[in-house]
């Protein structure tokens, strides 16, 4: 069964404190791994893709990389308008374009 | 600005009436929906994939007589939630994958959620 663990399930971070979310992932054959943001009370709102280990890429303050086994998104001197939910997922290469959520890792970030 | 839009945004009913939610796909046809269901402080987990013309497919341990699914067209499914009852309260979500155009980039496109209230 395809799974996605989120760690930590919380973090806390002063306003331009570095640090990486981290979501492990079992799939069988993996199409995809998604990571999306979601703030209260909202949809999911997308973020990156990634296809293979090794695979990098970058938006404004995050970046998010990829293992065989693992990925992080990586936020560099976080802003308080960071503050959210960050989801991961990942879509295995059979099961129709389904996606498995992780629970998800709630970043709050202080000014 | 939004590419998959639901409505209502928020509902609240008595137990045992019927609810209905639309997701559209606006500037794009999505031939695949996929409705989610997500409980406070929880993942997201998937209900049903909803197919254009056809019925849709349920996921294990999810009542298809209960939440029924309709995707009469290529911009427009339904979720009816049928003699909702209190522990249906749930923030539902739906979406869609664009396969044409400049939404012809694989991304998952997310509605804004329905948050069911039921009473």
């Known amino acids: 069964e395809d799974q996605v663990t989120q760690s930590p399930e919380a973090l806390r971070l002063q306003e331009g404190e570095s640090s990486s979310l981290n979501c492990s992932y079992t799939?069988?054959?993996?199409?995809?791994l998604f990571w999306y943001r979601q703030d209260p009370g909202k949809g999911p709102e997308f973020l990156f893709t990634?296809?293979?280990a090794g695979e990098e890429k970058e938006k404004e303050r995050l970046k998010a990389t990829l293992t065989k086994k693992e990925s992080f998104l990586h936020i560099t001197a976080p802003k308080p308008e960071d503050s959210a939910t960050y989801l991961c997922?990942?879509?295995?290469?059979?099961?129709?374009?389904?996606?498995?959520f992780g629970t998800g890792t709630r970043l709050l970030v202080s000014p | 600005g939004a590419v998959v839009s639901q409505h209502p945004s928020w509902v609240i009913c008595k137990s045992g009436t019927s609810v209905k939610i639309e997701c559209r796909s606006l500037?794009?046809?999505?031939?695949?929906m996929f409705w989610y269901r997500q409980f406070p402080k929880q993942s997201l987990m998937l209900m049903a994939t909803?197919?254009?013309?056809?019925?849709?497919?349920?996921e294990q341990g999810v009542e298809k007589d209960k939440f029924l699914i309709n995707h009469a067209s290529l911009t427009l499914s339904t979720l009816t939630v049928t003699s909702a009852h209190p522990e249906d309260s749930s923030f539902y979500i739906c979406?869609?994958?664009?396969?044409?155009?400049?939404?012809?980039?694989?991304?998952?496109?997310f509605g804004e959620g329905s948050r069911l209230t039921v009473l």
């Open positions: 500037d794009f046809q999505a031939t695949t």
């Open positions: 799939v069988s054959g993996l199409r995809g």
């Open positions: 909803s197919n254009e013309g056809s019925k849709a497919t349920y």
């Open positions: 997922a990942v879509q295995a290469s059979t099961g129709f374009q389904k996606l498995v």
């Open positions: 990634l296809y293979s």
């Open positions: 979406s869609a994958r664009g396969t044409s155009g400049r939404f012809n980039t694989g991304e998952l496109f």
